[in-house]
């Protein structure tokens, strides 16, 4: 297990993340180009050498109710990782995780494209939006009631 002044310096190699001194000598760092309201990519380090990574927009770890996983037993290596990976999540928009680009066309030949834009979903005819969505369901839905079909 890493002592708690290596995580530290394993933590500052990343340039993108600032250091935030916290009660009882914890600290946070935070990712202040983050493209969501969640900021903390390393949670409340502790001088035992417990403290949290940010992976609630990743699939590959456990986390808890706040998206946070556990790194008191980490080694370097994995450590690098876990915050490459909650930085990079934090970097990009869902649109630009999961891009969305799809034409549909109807029994006329009219084609809409749905594409995937900031956190919805948006119908174009041309260059002329023709709607907005919440959810890629809510625009498939409207789409086929409007007599559309994916190609």
Known sequence: MLTFEEK????????ELDKKEVSLGRLNFHFEESKYDKKIVVYRLHPNGNGFVYT????????DQKGMTNIKDY???DLRAIIRQSIDSLAMTQAEKNP???EWLNQHDHALILMREDDGYNVYAEEQLEGTFNSYEEAVNFL????FSRL
């Open 8 to 15: 530290v310096s394993i933590i500052e190699e990343f340039d």
């Open 56 to 63: 609630g927009e990743l699939e590959d770890y456990p986390t």
């Open 75 to 77: 080694e370097a290596e």
């Open 100 to 102: 969305v680009m799809e």
């Open 144 to 147: 086929e009631q409007e007599g």
